[in-house]
């Protein structure tokens, strides 16, 4: 079953303005295109990459549609009680079939609609977005009730976007924005922008990690800090790093650092766990006592880390560790509706 190349999206620091577009919340999930043809249903991420395997519950929830040959762009997302969990997503990239199958009842995905690009066997890809959306609009209303399909709100007032933008959900990590006078733009840019909300939050130096040396017999330099915040409990969670370290500073800050070291200094979750991508020299990592304060630039945190690598904002001598709290990176709520939506 042959599915067209996805459209993609130019990564943008301000939202566009204009009647020319349409504004929908950025799913914390897999994209996914999704096409049904009679009894069977193709599933394929952005990479190329054949998800029906890992999503059973989605592949059966498409070919049991009364509609029988349609092809969707979407998100997958696992909803849990604290909003959406990537970390449960990850699991199901697994060779072990039966695993699959048990995560597929115990976390079952659901498949967020963005667009509509094929329905009832008609070529929908040709047409603006507008009149995608609207087709897209009256499937889902006759199609999703009771599935495990869902319709991504939108809309073409700034303000939505604002609030979307500005408001975690535990379940969106920014606003996209898409053209409404534009066919669907396959493998290409044109048509879409996404853009994150970059936050800061102040942590605690738990650790850090020694880089390359950049010859045999030079002085071992600090390659990466790692970063904690304190619970409610007062334990010490390692929660991410940053390795957007400036080369001038490595030299005193590594002196700093050697200073302070420790037995241990993460009391609650702390980094080099099991994983299947952890190489040893990924796990090797050296303990400071929790006296430095660092306040970072991050895009998203979810499943108890920050998602990607974070950026120095600057050093906060005049903050007490014990001050840098878990409070500061919980998501704010009612922003997208996303209780509403996952029922």
Known sequence: MRLPDPMEAR????????????????????????ARSRDAAAMRSKSGQDLARYFPEIAAAAVALRETDYVLDGELVIPTADGLSFDDLLQRI?????????????????FIASDLLMR?????????????RHELADFAKKHF????????????????????????SGGTDGVIAKRLDLPYQAGNREGMRKIKMHRTADCVIGGFRYGERSRPAAKRLVGSLLLGLYDSEGLLHHIG?????????????????EKITAVRSFTGNAPGGPSRWSTKRSTEWVPVRPKLVIEVSYDHFSGGRFRHGTTIVRWRPDKKPKQCTMEQIMPSRGGVGLKELMN
């Open 241 to 257: 790093f940053t390795s957007a370290i400036k080369a001038a500073e490595k030299t005193d800050l590594t002196d700093k650092l």
């Open 145 to 168: 009730a009771r599935t495990r399909f869902r319709l991504s709100p939108a809309s073409t007032k700034l303000a939505d976007a604002q609030k979307w933008l500005k408001t975690n």
């Open 11 to 34: 990564s943008v620091e301000e939202i566009p303005q204009g009647p020319q577009w349409q504004y929908e919340p950025k799913w914390d999930g897999f994209r996914c295109l999704l």
């Open 94 to 110: 697994h060779p072990a079939e039966g695993r699959i199958k048990r995560l597929a009842a115990e976390t079952p995905a659901l």
């Open 120 to 132: 009832d066997g008609i070529d929908l890809a040709g047409m603006k977005l507008s009149d995608r």
